[in-house]
């Protein structure tokens, strides 16, 4: 038992460390209303967030941030600064996953917060306005990584068709960016998935009628092994509880 307490002091150890948690500029504004109809979906690939878990407790986030999706899932803590108009006070900080991108936009001249190499979140009204008051409009913030903590296990919604396997990977804890996915049927090897769009991952290799285990990887190194995640007769549309989590 002693020893196991140690593995599991060092093993979490290791993957505080791995994420990047100094504080940083940025700068926030929102989207959307306060029921977060807006939020909803997105360029992670995700899709009903109050289904998934993540509420209204989420982010869209500049190019600088976004790192073409590979950043989808990452958690934030953010708090206003440095705006005594603005910010509320005592409002403390909001923890997000980012679940969705904030474009650029080169044709405007002004008010181009998403636009590179700036580092903007574009959060839901419902998270802004927990820190500042809804007519600020934009607010200088500070923010850092922030290890995610989600309830139950990794979720694999599988989606495609026979010849095109795709898994959106959502509620994900600890770093909470998927940067490497394996997927194994019961009758293949391990098959390296390459990513599609957001959390959405994919391969071409035929996988109907197999019982499918997945290695996980974030963005800190930390892998889990999810065996059997999905029995033999998984279906198209169905999602499936890996049954633990980072
Ligand atoms: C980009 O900015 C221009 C100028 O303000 C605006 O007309 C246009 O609708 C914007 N494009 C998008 C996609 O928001």
Redesign the pocket.
Known sequence: MAVYKVFLILAMTVVVSAIDSKWYDARATFYGDMGGGATMKGACGYGNLFKQGYGLATTALSTALFNDGLTCGACFEIFCTNDPKWCIPKAGSIIVTATNFC?P?Y??TKDVWCNPPQKHFDLSMRMFTKIAYYKAGVIPVRYRRVLCSKLGGVKFEIKGNPYWTLVLIYNVGGAGDVNAVNIKGSKTQWIAMTRNWGQNWQTGIVLTGQSLSFQVTLSDKAMIEFDNAAPAGWQFGQTYDGGKNF
């Open positions: 474009p936009n044709t405007k």
